[in-house]
């Protein structure tokens, strides 16, 4: 069966360090999907890509960058990363381009920083 | 900056009774809606969407409200059963500026057996 999977589940890490959180999917979707989760917001959108070297910015995207060099995968990496992103990630695909679209979720990475 | 809210936080039902949950939006640029539910420790699930042409569209035991003069939507499960019982997210789009994506914060939902 197709799936999106995201590793590590866990992080904790220390301030100033960079971290990159993993994506991958099987299912061949072009457009992938970067969320966080913070309590008492819903979920933000950090970057999104349509396809091999194309990312975009979402409402949040200080502090993140994406590269697609693949389908299968769009890794988050947070360059010097700062107590304010200590979060939940969740990673996303859709077959279809358009943000309103049915994605399917990863199961998310719980991330700490120190 | 919330343009997208969900004033209840946790609602209540018994099962086989109507679970309503609401949510309402500020900014007019939205043009597409959607309802996503989560269980712990898991990621989101789609569950239906609406586009702002229309004011109502269901999917099973699932429907979907828009009132745009109200800058309201809600979603209306009927009946409720225990495996309902999860959190549930709105989410608003506006594609024409800039991919603008919202989500609200999100109700819990609890329906008793």
């Known amino acids: 069966d197709a799936e999106i999977t995201q590793s590590p589940r866990h992080k904790i890490t220390e301030t100033g360090r960079q971290v990159t959180l993993a994506c991958h999917q099987t299912?061949?979707?072009?457009?992938m999907f970067w969320y966080r989760q913070d309590l008492g917001h819903g979920l933000r959108l950090i970057h999104y890509?349509?396809?091999?070297?194309?990312?975009n910015k979402g409402e949040v995207s200080d502090g993140y960058s994406v590269s697609r060099s693949n389908t299968e995968d769009l890794p988050l990496t947070l360059e010097s990363a700062a107590s304010s992103q200590t979060s939940v990630y969740f990673c996303?695909?859709?077959?279809?381009?358009?943000?309103?679209?049915?994605?399917?979720f990863g199961p998310g990475t719980r991330l700490t920083v120190l | 900056d919330q343009q997208v809210k969900q004033n209840s936080p946790s609602l209540s039902v018994q099962e086989g009774r109507i679970s309503i949950l609401n949510c309402d939006y500020t900014n007019s640029m939205f043009d597409y809606f959607l309802w996503y539910k989560k269980y712990p420790a898991e990621g989101p699930t789609f569950l239906i969407s609406i586009s702002s042409i229309k004011d109502k569209n269901e999917d099973g035991r699932f429907t979907v409200f828009l009132n745009k003069s109200a800058k309201h939507l809600s979603l209306h499960i009927v009946p409720s059963q225990p495996g309902d019982s999860a959190v549930y997210f709105c989410?608003?789009?506006?594609?024409?500026?800039?991919?603008?994506?919202?989500f609200g914060a999100g109700t819990r939902l609890t329906v008793k057996p």
């Open positions: 299912w061949n979707h072009n457009n």
């Open positions: 989410a608003a789009i506006s594609p024409y500026n800039n991919n603008d994506m919202r």
């Open positions: 996303a695909s859709s077959e279809k381009r358009a943000l309103y679209n049915e994605q399917f």
């Open positions: 890509s349509y396809g091999v070297q194309d990312t």
